[in-house]
């Protein structure tokens, strides 16, 4: 059976950040093929700034699929997209464009609000409590996932990065994560 995992990393979380890395050596544990998407190109100082974030929104997009044109997905019995803050409203248009859309299975770390634009219904959201992007607690990020039926996990006090401040309870949070993200890629 063949099996792919994109990876569609952030502005400044690249593929070799701890979710990223971590959440690719799983998907490869679990046979996908994986394929990086390393875009660049975003301008400076992009979150509160409407016009950047589109900007850097369409950069990401833009560059990821010039990046996965040469895949064709219907040879997959599998598809998993796997995205981190920008990189998630990437992967949920790409796949919402997808004629395999049905079949994609996003992991989707600190998505955006913007995210949620994009239909998709196979997936599982890590965001945090702290997390300014999408308004600490304030978040919507919560009730959007809890609307479509899509299990939410919040780290408590974790920022951006799902990172707390104290390294330890980061390491634990960092498991736990990991240990939900391998429950999502084995189903």
């Not at 997390?131 to 996990?153: A, F, N, T, Y």
Request: aromatic letters at 10%.
């Amino acid at each position: 059976m063949r099996k792919i995992a994109v990876f569609f990393p952030g502005i400044g979380y690249t593929v070799d950040k701890p979710l990223m890395y971590y959440s690719r050596k799983l998907a490869e544990a679990a046979g996908y093929e994986i394929r990086l998407l390393p875009y660049g190109g975003f301008p400076d100082k992009v979150r509160g700034d409407r016009a950047k974030m589109e900007q850097s929104y369409e950069t990401a997009l833009a560059q990821a699929e010039r990046m996965i044109s040469d895949l064709d997905f219907e040879q997959y019995e599998e598809i998993l997209f796997v995205g981190k803050s920008v990189g998630t409203i990437v992967a949920a248009a790409v796949a919402s464009r997808s004629k395999e859309a049905e079949r994609i299975r996003l992991a989707l770390y600190t998505p955006l609000e913007e995210t949620f634009s994009f239909p998709f219904e196979k997936a599982v959201v890590f965001t945090g409590s702290a997390d300014p992007w999408v308004g600490k607690e304030k978040s919507r990020i919560p009730g959007l996932c809890q609307k479509r039926g899509i299990p939410c996990w919040v780290c408590p006090d974790g920022n951006h990065s799902l990172e707390t401040g104290d390294v330890k309870k980061d390491l634990e949070n960092m498991q736990s994560i990991m240990e939900k993200t391998e429950i999502f890629i084995c189903q």
